[in-house]
């Protein structure tokens, strides 16, 4: 299963940023919501296939707008993807928040 919360690492040319995604599948559609440096990025027209996904998604970054093009895959609560970008590859790691888990604060 696809859905869920992730916190993830990603691996940028500026170095780890964290962040968090969140996943919704419709049948083969995929949509969602990037959260990071500070920022929340929606996207939809995704897709998933058993436990792969694709997306495309816009980045506010400190270097201005970046497209990510990203294929990922969900082995159980483990999330991991890489995101094609015109500043490089991009890596993430992650894993699917529970609720009830431990809350951050």
């Known amino acids: ?15 780890p940023v964290n962040g968090t995604l969140t996943l919704k599948t419709d049948g083969e559609r995929l949509s969602g919501i990037l959260e ?3 920022g929340r990025h929606p996207f939809t027209g ?10 495309t998604s816009v980045f506010q970054t400190p270097l201005g707008k970046i497209q990510l093009s990203v ?3 969900i082995q159980g609560d ?3 993807a890489t995101a094609r970008t015109q500043m490089g590859v991009i890596t993430a790691l992650g894993k699917r928040v529970h609720s009830g888990g431990q809350r951050k604060g």
């Open 71 to 73: 294929k990922g895959l």
């Open 1 to 15: 299963m696809v859905d869920g919360k992730y916190s993830i690492v990603m691996q940028t040319p500026m170095g």
């Open 78 to 80: 483990a999330f991991r």
């Open 36 to 38: 990071a440096m500070g």
């Open 46 to 55: 995704g897709t998933v296939r058993g436990d792969e996904c694709t997306f």
